[in-house]
């Protein structure tokens, strides 16, 4: 047997008031059992038809549920406690509580209405991936992330009085290999070059500008070294004026570096050419695979 408080409806156990809820001092019967009790639910003329929906035997009718409201805001509150504690109003008033809105209050919301307030913040993430991926933006400008960029350096380092110089980077090599024998021989590694470029403006921005650029190892530029790479500088002793094309260039680079990158100590190169004030700046650099 249960029984609940008659004034805010708690159920309780026994019958033992006060009411630990609303400290009131009246309980009275809170559970009919069907089996208990037949005629209960026998309408007035006395027969066995119900008047009313039996309480199925073996459950408990604890009655409606009652909570304190604000006479003011409409604030709920379990006990009557006042003032209200959302607008400080002393009246509350007993009321019956119900349950209208609930189904409202647990529908789920969409993803939408989720990500809605970060919108603004998924955006921008956005238009930075978008910079990355189409390239506007190296990724080398975040700390740990790609190749070191090339430091800023007068002069040109794309062509040059019409000379294609990275065209001319690739007969240099080719004229190089056609000298060389098997056990000699060097593939174009284009980590190398990167890192040739890397140095040969590095070297010119101190020569002209009197810069210190961050020094670099040749492994940040995806080259597979075993060891240190070898490194040769040709220091502005070519003009670019001599030359009408990239054949005639890379005839005298490769002659200018013949001599030193013939043996088979190492088996990949890669070089770069800038030209400052029409004279031409060449980095050549080399290594052994780390296989």
Not at 68 to 97: F, M, Y
């Amino acid at each position: 047997m249960k029984w609940r408080c008659t004034w805010c409806g708690k159920p309780h156990a026994e019958n033992d008031p006060p009411c630990d809820n609303c400290g009131h001092n009246t309980f009275e019967k809170a559970v009919v059992r069907a089996d208990e009790n037949p005629d209960r639910h026998r309408n007035a003329a006395g027969s066995g038809a119900p008047d009313g929906d039996p309480t199925p035997a073996g459950t408990v009718d604890t009655g409606p549920d009652y909570v304190w409201a604000c006479t003011n805001c409409g604030r709920e509150h379990v006990r009557n406690t006042p003032p209200c504690s959302r607008c400080g109003n002393p009246d509350l008033e007993k009321i019956e509580q119900t349950y209208e809105g609930l189904e409202r209050d647990l529908t789920t919301p969409s993803w939408l209405a989720v990500a809605k307030p970060y919108l603004p913040v998924l955006a921008v993430i956005g238009l930075v991936i978008a910079l990355f991926v189409t390239g506007i933006v190296p990724p080398s400008v975040l700390p740990g992330v790609g190749q070191p960029s090339p430091p800023d350096a007068p002069g040109e380092g794309a062509e040059a009085a019409g000379i294609d110089l990275e065209a001319t980077e690739r007969a240099v090599h080719d004229r190089l290999e056609a000298d060389r024998n098997e056990t000699a021989s060097r593939t174009y590694d284009d980590g190398l070059a990167d890192y040739a470029e890397y140095m040969n403006r590095a070297f010119v921005a101190i020569e002209y500008e009197e810069s210190r650029p961050e020094p670099v190892e040749a492994s940040e530029f995806g080259a597979d070294c075993q060891g240190e790479p070898y490194a040769g500088r040709l220091p502005g002793t070519l003009s670019i004026a001599d030359y009408d094309d990239e054949e005639a260039l890379a005839d005298d680079v490769a002659a200018a570096l013949r001599e030193e990158t013939a043996d088979g100590t190492y088996d990949r190169e890669g070089l770069d050419l800038h030209v400052v004030d029409g004279s031409v700046y060449v980095f050549y650099a080399a290594c052994s695979s780390s296989d």
